[in-house]
T-cell receptor, first 114, second 115 residues
Framework: DAKTTQPTSMDCAEGRAANLPCNHS???????VYWYRQIHSQGPQYIIH???NNETNEMASLIITEDRKSSTLILPHATLRDTAVYYC???????????????FGKGTLLTVNP | DAGVTQSPTHLIKTRGQQVTLRCSPK?????VSWYQQALGQGPQFIFQ???????QRGNFPDRFSGHQFPNYSSELNVNALLLGDSALYLC??????????????FGAGTRLSVL
């Protein structure tokens, strides 16, 4: 699985958009970008994933650059409850055999301030 | 629809003891993975089960073992506990349906403290 690089921490004001970057310069053509987040003392929660087109769901938007070497997770109107560690993971969704594990880095601690 | 449930939520053991953690997957899921998360770190993959067999294993010693039951629920067993085994243990479930794109759903975890 491709390695990802994320900032250690970021701050955002409540009500403003939070833009979380992720670099994945060694991503291969069939690898997807997944985002999970982990609120303190809870299990990780799936947010969104994408291959090359921008994606949006009820939680967030995912913008992937044209060369696919980086992406940005956007929380359009951050709330205090969005304070969490956000993980960017790159992998092939169904790589065949039995390889389904997710490889987590340390992620980005997003702190939403009142 | 219940999500992934884990029990117990907290556990305190002493060095050398054995522990069993339990996980019930989300309805409709047939695959369970276990992760260990030390303080300040991201979750680390321990192993994965489907069709009642261990299918993939991370870099963990044989003291860590598991089981999957016919109803897809799973147990994680750790023998000869060490202080370093203190962590949050997470269970994740998924369906192997290719359309699901390997999206995994996590439980809230079991916090294990080894004294």
């Amino acid at each position: 699985d491709a390695k990802t690089t994320q900032p250690t921490s970021m701050d955002c004001a409540e009500g403003r958009a939070a833009n979380l970057p992720c670099n994945h310069s060694t991503i291969s053509g069939n690898e997807y970008v997944y985002w999970y987040r982990q609120i303190h003392s809870q299990g990780p929660q799936y947010i969104i994933h994408g291959l090359k087109n921008n994606e949006t769901n009820e939680m967030a938007s995912l913008i992937i650059t044209e060369d696919r070497k980086s992406s940005t997770l956007i929380l359009p109107h951050a709330t205090l409850r969005d304070t969490a560690v956000y993980y960017c993971i790159v992998r092939v969704p169904n790589s065949g055999g039995s390889n389904y594990k997710l490889t987590f880095g340390k992620g980005t601690l997003l702190t939403v301030n009142p | 629809d219940a999500g992934v449930t884990q029990s117990p939520t907290h556990l305190i053991k002493t060095r050398g003891q054995q522990v069993t953690l339990r996980c019930s997957p989300k309805s409709g899921h047939d695959t369970v993975s276990w992760y260990q998360q030390a303080l300040g770190q991201g979750p680390q993959f321990i192993f994965q089960y489907y069709e009642e067999e261990e299918r993939q294993r991370g870099n963990f010693p044989d003291r860590f073992s598991g089981h999957q039951f016919p109803n897809y629920s799973s147990e994680l067993n750790v023998n000869a506990l060490l202080l370093g085994d203190s962590a949050l243990y997470l269970c994740a479930s998924r369906t192997r349906d290719r359309l699901a794109k390997n999206i995994q759903y996590f439980g809230a975890g079991t916090r294990l403290s080894v004294l």
